[in-house]
């Protein structure tokens, strides 16, 4: 696969159209934390809004809220959501989208545990438009590929309408 060709067309325009996804979902941080390890102040996912298995892309959001203790430093007199944290979220979120693959279901069971994985390589990223405070972003992952043992997607993170950034990331399977 041409990771290169992958990105710089998925920087254009969104992977999905929100509307045109096949299946709503609503689940909420509680939910997630299911299926993600992540937990405070490192959860930056606030809800899933979309799936679509048969094309493996999921929709998640975040609340970019404007007194989170990154922008003190990054940058005190233009405060920019981090790039790094954009990959975080785009790699959580795909961490959803593998649960929901490895299960071939669009629920989330009540006794459900993170899926084992690790990350394992950024195998490329484009920072196209800051992330402000205050904004709400749409997160849109798609499975690029995935076998026993390493899974790969590309994420945007987009606001206002705009790839803000796109990246492909690895993740190894533990089990």
Known sequence: MDYAEVLRTSRKKPLVDVDTISEKISY?????????????????????????????????????????????????????????????MIGQAGLCLYYFMTKQQLYVEEQAKPVPVRATKVLGAYFLEPVMPGKDVLLAVKKLEQDDYFGTVVGQVISEQKVCSVSINEVCFLE
């Open 28 to 88: 909420h941080r509680e939910t997630i934390k299911k299926i993600i390890p992540h937990r405070e102040p490192f959860l930056l996912i606030d809800r899933l809004i979309g799936l679509d298995l048969h094309q493996g892309i999921i929709l998640g959001s975040r609340r970019i809220s404007e007194d989170d203790p990154v922008f003190q430093g990054h940058f005190p007199d233009f405060p920019i959501y981090p790039g790094t944290l954009q990959l975080e």
